[in-house]
């Protein structure tokens, strides 16, 4: 998870860089450079202090060493000079790994000015190597402050989050592990500890408590030392260790992408990691392959040059987060089993491209479907996502399954996100643990468990769709709003015109607008386009306009549920918050699909009632009506009697 010390850390190398490099690419290439240089020399110094050798700066490249670089006695062109020198040389170093020769190769200094050098290299000292995730911390917060993470729907996924989905779908030491687009390779590093510390003396299943280890945002490997103690622990063999190296696979499309996770790879032991630059969805190369374990956060949105995917997807589309999950579950073995972020779209948008997918899901192994807030991608993004856990074996003898809802992930919801009690994780890993288990299901949080048989028609996975129908509705009756209201969409642009006779209603505020109308009736006026007005309620009762970013809810003319406005106006604005939570999806802009909004479930109670608690409704807002007046009719006096005094 990108904390507030890295983003410092790293907004202050780029500020020191700024002046002398405009460029943020150029900005991305020298604290990436800066950044391996600085972790070699710690892997060599941790070396050193484990009885071993330096690997890295040995056999005449020792004078290249970062200590000797940051040596106060340096002077700052002396420090200038020995930096260009290292960087240029040590493409040629045979003492490190082909891989870290290709990151220095052409590499340069684009300034020559050895204040900013010298700033430059202390800010990044700032920087540890302990488990590498510093570096995919850094180096993703770098291409978030470019742009391009979004602009390619490519969003950092928090180490948490990674750690919940490796601990549920468990792989095994003798299990092939993909990552379709593995990015930094953060699902690929979190199994590879994951399945070290099952192979450690050091382990005590019985003792072990993961559920508190997410609680606290981390895992059992989380510091230096708790997986140094893990190791000294190891029962795996040499034989068995090499076969677990050989059994991780990585695929990116962005060679930036790759560089960093066969970095990060190497350094945690793996001597010649198997991460390819390779487009998945395009090139057929590796369509044959099958694995045990697949879990990945493939991006979110189509580029805007489109895709052009070959022809032996089963779900014929262009669209990225479709395509991904088709993949998946076609890489998976007969065994397989896999933990797959998507977009909330994947698991509820009507249209038939993705009915089919979600029909294939379900038939492929699909088991759970978890629903995580939108605010667990921030800094980077606001975005409504799901998990898909799909496990073959099992969900060939299971007929249902378990629907989830994550409000809480131990962090705050703003852009710091610091951490804080309220976590669901914990409690979710032990519903799905018991549910694989046959295991009686606590009500620690919101789940349903819905046969497969129910999931029908349009295949819907979106979790509230069966969450609602469990919740206590206090002794009333619940209908979705469907029964109580016909629901039209707004049909003008929310666009200010010429001031006139007639309401125009948006989502924010109302106006009076041109003559034209497009309603003549008592109705409720509901935003569901408006990122900052979702589920605001207005009432009006007239001819009115209403813009596109809203619903019109008119009672229905059946008289089976009578409704009375002045109720349901106060009741949507005051359960405002649970709809927009509840309904809410999009990644750049939060909106409200209609569907959703009319399978939404709501309390009904008797007309008779309605019309009790309406009237004390309109009694209030009179009060309120002539409170006001009277405010304003004092801070008019209040304004008479200061001129009277002065003029």
Known sequence: ???????????????????KVPDPKAQVEQITTALVYKFMDDMDKESQELGGETKFFTNGFEKYSWTKLLDKRLSGQERLD?????????????????????????????????????????????????????????????????????????????????????????????????????????????????IRKHNSSNFKPE??????????????????????????????????KSKLMNNFVGYDISPD???????????????????????????????????????ANPPFMTPKGGIRPHKRFMVQSKKAEVLFVDLIIEHMNLHGRSGVIVPDGVVSNPGNLYVNLRKMAIENGLYAVVSLHNSVFRPYAVAKTSILLFDKAFAKNNKSVLFLKVENDGFEKGDQRRKIEANDLPKALRLLRAFKENKKLENGMEFAVVDKEDISGKFSLFVNKY??????????????????????????????????????????????????????????????????SLGRTHYVNGKFIASDLCFILTPKQDGKYPVNLSFYH??????????????????????????????????????????????????????????????????????????????
């Open 1 to 19: 998870m990108l904390d507030a010390t890295t983003k410092r850390k790293i907004d202050s190398a780029r500020q020191i860089l700024v002046g």
């Open 82 to 194: 020995l930096y260009v020198q290292a960087i240029t040389n040590m493409s040629k170093n045979p003492h490190i790994p082909q891989l870290f020769r290709d990151i220095f190769k052409d590499a340069f200094l684009p300034y020559r000015d050895p204040e900013t050098l010298s700033l430059f290299l202390k800010e990044v000292d700032n920087f540890s190597y302990d488990h590498s995730e510093d570096l995919g911390n850094a180096f993703e917060y770098l291409l978030s402050v470019l742009g391009s993470q979004g602009d390619a729907g490519q969003f950092r996924t928090p180490r948490h989050i990674i750690d919940f989905i490796v601990e549920i779908v468990d792989p095994k030491k003798n299990e092939t592990i993909l990552d379709p687009a593995c990015g930094t390779a953060g699902f690929l590093i979190s199994a590879y500890k994951h």
């Open 467 to 532: 969450l609602i129908s469990t919740r206590d509705s206090n002794g009333h009756e619940t209908k979705p709003v469907s029964e109580l209201f016909d629901i039209e969409k707004g049909s003008l642009q929310s666009t200010k015109s010429t001031e006139g006779e007639y309401t125009f209603i948006t989502a924010a505020e109302e106006w009076s607008t041109h003559n034209a109308f497009t309603h003549d009736r008592e109705a409720l006026v509901f935003a569901h386009g408006a990122s900052g």
């Open 207 to 240: 003792q072990e408590k993961d559920e508190d280890k997410i609680k606290k945002g981390e895992t059992a490997l989380e510091t230096g030392l708790q997986e140094k103690e893990i190791y000294r622990g190891d029962l795996l063999t040499p034989n068995e």
């Open 257 to 295: 992408m790759v560089k960093l996770s066969l970095v990060n790879m190497y350094l945690h032991g793996f001597s010649n990691p198997k991460i390819f630059e390779y487009d998945s969805l395009t090139s057929e190369k590796h369509w044959g392959e099958q694995f045990d374990v697949i879990m």
């Open 570 to 647: 106060a009741y949507f604005n005051s359960i405002r918050e649970q709809i927009v939570g509840d309904l809410a999806k999009g990644a750049a802009k939060l909106a409200i699909n209609k569907t959703d909004f009319s399978n939404y479930q709501i309390d009904y109670i008797p007309i008779d009632k309605q019309n009790e608690i309406g009237e004390e409704i309109l009694e209030q807002r009179r009060q309120i009506k002539e409170m006001k007046e009277k405010i304003v009719e004092a801070e008019e006096n209040i304004q008479a009697k200061i001129f009277e005094i002065c003029s």
